[in-house]
């Protein structure tokens, strides 16, 4: 199997090396090459930057010919990430960004009309770690996004508590969790606050 541009990022092979009419959403003058993704879902790849072209319809078709896939690996791959709106090869329409997932912040571009998704170099393996290849369709709907903002905010106020309470924070922890699954934590929180009057 042929490598892409990186040789490790993900596997992508040309099957017929032709360069399409379709531009590259982020390099306004290179072309995308029909290529074949994860061996069998045909996609379209920039030969400049990397990138990956899926349209949803073939992804949902892919997908219903995959047996049962293994759980997601959570291990973060390095990947490219473009902050700048990119446009639709199809119909030059702006495309939306959605975050992958709340360990990374990478994020995706979806056009809503043409239903094609661009994912930039090494997106497509951080997609499959993160949120398990046969999810690429749900990270664009508002369960997906809303679980990830709440993920955020968790990973947050984490950080500020780790900031205020330094190296007490896993004691605080293990404490809270032995608080709250204690069958007397009223009588426990009675007793705490008695020492404060
Ligand atoms: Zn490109
Ligand atoms: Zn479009």
């Known amino acids: 199997m ?31 090459r029909h290529t074949l993704v994860s061996g069998t879902l045909p996609t379209h790849t920039c030969a400049s930057c990397g990138g990956l072209l899926v349209s949803l319809v073939a992804y949902r078709r892919w997908r219903e010919t995959l047996g049962p896939q293994p759980e997601p690996s959570h291990d973060i ?4 990430d473009t902050d700048e709106i990119v446009t639709c090869s199809k119909c030059k329409g702006l495309m939306t960004k959605y975050r992958i997932s709340a360990d990374a912040p990478n994020r995706i571009d979806l056009c809503a009309s043409c239903e094609d998704i661009w994912l930039d170099l090494g997106e497509w393996d951080l997609v499959e770690a993160l949120a398990g290849s046969d999810h690429l369709a749900n990270i664009i ?27 007490d924070y896993e004691r605080l922890m293990s404490f809270r969790e032995w608080f709250y699954e204690h069958p007397a934590r009223d009588e426990i929180l009675a007793c705490l606050l008695k020492r404060l009057e």
């Open 77 to 80: 791959h390095p990947a490219d």
């Open 141 to 167: 709907t508002q369960p997906w996004q809303r679980r990830i903002r709440i993920e955020t905010e968790e990973h947050l106020e984490e950080a500020r508590l780790r900031d205020v309470f330094g190296d």
């Open 2 to 32: 042929a490598k892409d541009r990186t040789g490790t990022a993900y596997t992508a092979s040309n099957t017929n090396g032709d360069i399409d009419m379709t531009t590259c959403p982020r390099c306004p003058d290179s072309g995308l």
